[in-house]
């Protein structure tokens, strides 16, 4: 018997797996192949033996495969994924790189034994988990397999004891400080929503052990890896990549909040701009949820005329990708006629870059308005005439006590750039302004106790409060126009 079948034997007796068996003694080339080949075939650990190979944590276990591609199925058979393509993305326990270079380590040592100094380098469980599954996913939903494809599926590998095993090595790594440890779960339990998130990254875990030998491996776990009572359990994702639709709105009621209004758990406004639209956006892609983001917004009071505000949706797990201009023709269309509240215009599919213009473009752009305003004086024409010719008035503004419980306690400078006063007869007047985004306007107009300065208060020595506001113009040039009505 050579050298190769004398390896294989002695890796058989200390529980490796037929796949991890190939993975430390054939080629690569040869690995992917067999894998490839064979992929839900020679189970020589069926689901009720005693013990499971700690080489790979039992991933590569033929019920272990299997059971990824039946969740998988299931997940197809519940959404009709409109994308012709997927990728597949997995995460493996951490300690699979400490159980990795104790095998590594106990198959150096075993070939010395046999005078054996041939080397290979491994193929790593990820490679083979894709090896072995990629067909026969494609198989099973009927799509092809593209790593660049926006149809993710992500295979997360748990196992009970990760924690603990790879916790040997805490004084070696960069996280080891405590505090340090905390802040980073800290973190990756707000931005990854998972409770237990790795503190410490797979590259730092690679780095430390490259520097330990064979001789010391043993001093931080079992050589060879410990064969495990039971395999690791799988959860399997299916995401399709975010699709982004902008537009620009009108609001023409004085009772609708721009986003859903709650306090305490209680509705303030039965709708909103943002579920007005949405809701139908989502259901023309059959997305899981969407995001709504606009260039600033309105009180609930306040309407918004003219050619619109400019805002995008993000919908996140989109069933259905491919959208013609017709379609959303249409979609504006059943927006528009599904409600008088608000319409929608220049419907239409941007990429993520698109976001940052819209971004951007919140403290650039210029804002024009209207309103309706009340003094229980008669105001002089020669004071209306002399505001009229006032330009480029800068204003101190502190946070409005309207909105003190939510924002926080700031002063800004703001400037409004034009405004034009008008008498409507002796206690009512209307105005129009032009200025910087992001202006309080009801402030400007009463002073807020003094909060504002100057206001149209001081600067007319009168007394004045708001009856009407309108916002006539978002001076923000994006998204770019698009002629619907010749679609129609």
């Not at 004071?383 to 306690?409: A, G, Y």
């Amino acid at each position: 018997m050579d050298c190769a079948n004398n390896l294989s034997d002695i890796l058989l007796q200390k529980g490796f797996c037929q796949r991890c068996i190939l993975r430390f003694s054939k080629g690569a080339t040869k690995q992917a192949e067999y894998l490839v080949d064979n992929a839900l075939e020679d189970n020589n650990q069926d689901v009720n033996s005693k013990s499971f190979c700690g080489c790979c944590l039992a991933i590569l276990d033929p019920t272990c495969l299997n059971t990824a591609i039946s969740k998988i199925s299931e997940i197809f058979k519940s959404k009709e994924y409109e994308s012709s393509s997927f990728s597949l993305a997995l995460s493996l326990p951490q300690s699979l790189i400490l159980r990795q270079k104790s095998a590594v380590s106990f198959l150096n040592i075993e070939k010395k034994k046999l005078n054996d100094a041939s080397y290979t380098t491994p193929v790593t469980v990820k490679d083979a988990v894709r090896y072995s599954l990629q067909t026969q996913v494609e198989n099973n939903i009927s799509k092809k397999h593209d790593s660049g494809s926006d149809l993710l599926i992500n295979l997360v590998y748990k196992y009970d004891h990760d924690e603990k095993e790879i916790s040997v090595l805490d004084d070696l790594l960069p996280n080891n400080n405590p505090k340090k440890r905390k802040f980073h779960q800290r973190y990756h339990n707000k931005n990854h929503h998972s409770k237990d998130h790795p503190t410490n990254s797979y590259q730092n875990i690679h780095n430390v052990l490259q520097n330990i030998n064979d001789n010391d491996i043993v001093k931080f776990t079992q050589r060879p890896p410990q064969t495990l009572m039971k395999p690791c359990h799988i959860e399997v994702s299916v995401t399709q990549g975010s699709i982004f639709i902008a537009g620009r709105y009108n609001k023409f009621s004085r009772t609708l909040s721009q986003t859903p209004w709650l306090i305490d758990g209680e509705r303030k406004t039965e709708s909103s701009v943002q579920e007005l639209i949405c809701d139908k956006i989502q259901q023309h892609l059959n997305g899981k949820e969407v995001k709504f983001m606009s260039s600033g917004r309105e009180d609930v009071d306040v309407r918004m005329l003219g050619s619109g505000r400019p805002f995008a949706a993000e919908i996140i797990d989109p069933q259905k990708i491919s959208t013609t201009v017709l379609e959303m023709s249409r979609l504006q269309q059943q927006i528009n006629k599904s409600t008088d509240q608000v319409a929608v215009r220049d419907l239409q599919i941007i990429d993520r870059d698109g976001l940052l213009k819209l971004k951007q473009g919140e403290e650039e752009k210029l804002k024009c308005y209207s309103a309706k305003i009340w003094c229980p004086d008669k105001v002089d024409d020669e004071k209306i005439e002399r505001l009229n010719k006032m330009k480029k008035i800068l204003l101190s503004q502190k946070t409005p006590l309207r909105v003190l419980h939510r924002r926080p306690p700031l002063t800004r400078e703001r400037m409004v750039h034009r405004i034009e006063m008008a008498r409507v007869d002796d206690h009512h007047y209307s105005i129009k302004l032009k200025t910087q985004a992001g202006t309080y306007i009801k402030e400007f107009v009463h002073s807020d106790f003094g909060r504002t300065t100057p206001s149209i208060c001081s600067l007319l020595d009168a007394n004045f409060d708001i009856i009407e506001l309108d916002v006539d113009a978002v001076e923000l040039d994006w998204p770019p126009t698009v002629d619907h009505d010749s679609n129609n």
